[in-house]
């Protein structure tokens, strides 16, 4: 963090910035905006939002001030006042990925097709991309790494996110030649299969979040879709469909997080999972073949082995972004990538009895929630992502409720974005 506070301090000196475009302007967006706007040598230069009074208000929110604010949706325009200092508001995503001055693109929208769009359109434009997008990253995230290292940009998760504050204890630990045993995360809300946008509006308006946003949160679908996206990082996958999702305290987890024939839980080591108990932090499990090392470990309150936890109790979401943003622009590094390609899916599970020609809606909604797979047993049983899913869906065979939904029981949108990425990634990457 020094390291970034010198560099960007230098840049500032220089009246240089790293300009930044957000996609979004919600409570991801406009916490992000925020913070940058109390950091030297970034700049949150354009924010994008469908509706732009959003866009304009997260920036106010930031202490810019109306007269520094200009609303256009004219590339031609958007340039010409980027490059004179102002702030740009717009309702077109394609200025963020299309302006000329603008290195770094952040995808705050959460919404799949959108996170598809963005991050393409990104990587052709040469610009890095980051995604507070996990619902994307998840369906289409090795592919669009793929495409991004071809074009020599970053294409990251972010800290903040719990699988980028995971992948910074994996990263300490297997950095110092630890080997880790499991990762995972604290779920938040109690587990709620049957939530929808109706059941959780009250407590939503309470948290100024969009009721589709809270469900995907109470459903288990949330933390699903992340674990898809510590798996693809690392090469982890689920022990068992959906995981333990065990209730336990801190100093409990490395007595659950061991094989059966030790007294644990799991039938196999290098997995992800999540635990009620813990939330809002994050943790790693580890271990070492050394006995000295052992012995160094318990002389430091790290308990008596041989299993130890790293734990993080907290993690700042888009308020960490920054941190992100840098590392792409300056180092060219990745906060978290799915380096290990397609090795875990979120898989689409009916809430309800649907039936044939009814349409569904996707991650948050009535229809369906997500449940964390193996992708090869994914593959193998024709099992449809729930990114996948939108209200363009329609049902063909009749599905019950608790089954998993295949391929052959929906009719689907073949021309989206993130449906073509997919079947492209499926084709040489699958």
Known sequence: MHTMKKRLNELAKQEKYIRVAIVGAGKMGKGLINQMSRIKGMWPSLVVNRDVKKAVDALLSAGVGQEDIVISNSLKDINYYLEKGKYVATEDMNMATKANIIEVVVDATGVPEVGAKISLSSIENRKHIIMLNVEADSVVGPILYKKAKEAGVVYTGTAGDEPGAVMELYNFAVGLGFDVLAIGKGKNNPLDLEANPDTVYVKALEKELKPHMLTGFIDGTNTMIEMTCMA????????????????????????????????????????????????????????????EVHKQLEYLNMGAG????????????????????????????????????????TIAIAKKDLKVGEKLDGIGGYTVYGSIEEYEVAKEENLVPIGLIDKDTKVVKDIKKGQPITYDMLEMNTEKNIYKLRKLQDEIMG
């Open 232 to 291: 693809n990082a690392t090469g982890f996958i689920p022990d068992i469909r959906g995981g333990h999702g065990i209730n336990s305290n801190l100093k409990e987890l490395t007595r659950f997080f061991r094989l059966k024939e030790e007294g644990g839980i799991l039938n196999k080591y290098r997995v992800v999972d999540y635990v009620r108990g813990i939330a809002p932090g994050v943790f790693a499990i580890f271990t070492t073949k050394l006995a």
């Open 306 to 345: 041989p299993n130890y936890v790293l734990y993080r109790p907290y993690h700042l979401t888009s308020l960490e972004t920054p941190i992100t943003i840098f590392n792409a622009y300056y180092y060219k590094e990745a906060t978290i990538a799915p380096t290990e390609g397609i090795v875990a899916e």
